[in-house]
């Protein structure tokens, strides 16, 4: 009977140390997977942030493209079109853009939009006046 509690105890006390490696090896490959890399990134966006200089092209947070006038401190000047320009903190700008990095703007296919304007006004409309005769035929047999 003794030789049963022995083992008994020398399984739980295993399972245990087992449990208690495997928690450790899941929280190492936690931060090597996703808070290291986190680090680095903002590290780097960072760097970026405190070396703009006048005339870089940005990216902000908030997705505006715009580029630098004037950085004083920690806020920057920005010209976001000919002529406008807008103040923002450095922690606001999220990338430095090159040139060729630009959003392009899809060309609108002008036939396609024609013709659903089309279909979607005719059926718009012919409702609407359905709508309207039948709202008109409530509010007379209301009145009388």
Do not use: C, W
């Not at 960072?46 to 005339?55: E, S």
């Not at 920005?78 to 320009?85: C, D, N, Q, T, W």
């Amino acid at each position: 009977m003794g030789a049963i509690a022995t083992a008994a105890a020398a399984s739980s006390g295993s399972s245990s140390s087992t449990f208690l490696i495997i928690i450790v090896v899941v929280f190492v490959g936690f931060y090597f997977l996703m808070i290291r890399p986190q680090r680095q990134r903002q590290q780097r966006v960072q760097q970026q942030q405190n070396t703009i200089q006048p005339g870089a092209r940005v990216r902000t947070t908030a997705g505006m493209y715009a580029t630098v006038i004037e950085v004083d401190g920690d806020d920057v000047l920005l010209e976001v079109a000919p002529g406008i320009e807008v103040r923002f903190m450095k922690r606001a700008i999220m990338d430095v853009v090159s040139e060729g990095e630009a959003p392009e703007e899809e060309p609108e296919d002008e036939d396609a939009d024609e013709e659903t304007d089309e279909v979607d006004g005719v059926e718009g409309s012919e409702e609407h006046e359905d709508q309207d005769e039948e709202q008109d035929d409530e509010s007379e047999a209301h009145r009388n």
